[in-house]
């Protein structure tokens, strides 16, 4: 669990720093810390919206190219999975 914290901690870190354009740091972070994840190693709360993200990110061409809306929107997803897993590290 704790190299899932360590991952969506950094692209966390990177999406809410970065000064580039929402889709590049969805896309960046999800390429640099979470590209590799299996699924199964998450919370199974976690895991449908994990696949979208990914699903999402590379689905289109070229991978990542999603408009900034829809970035907004996977950040968001990014951001809930790293705060879910940071509250169980807790306990």
Known sequence: MDDLLNKFSEAARII??????MRESV???YVDH????NVNDLPEDMQIIYESV???LNSTKPPGNVGD??????AKDIL???DGLKAQCRF
């Open 69 to 74: 809306e829809e970035a907004g929107y996977l």
């Open 54 to 56: 990914e699903m999402r």
């Open 34 to 37: 979470l590209s590799d994840i």
């Open 27 to 29: 896309y960046y972070a």
């Open 80 to 82: 809930f999975i790293a």
């Open 16 to 21: 809410s720093t970065n000064k580039n354009l």
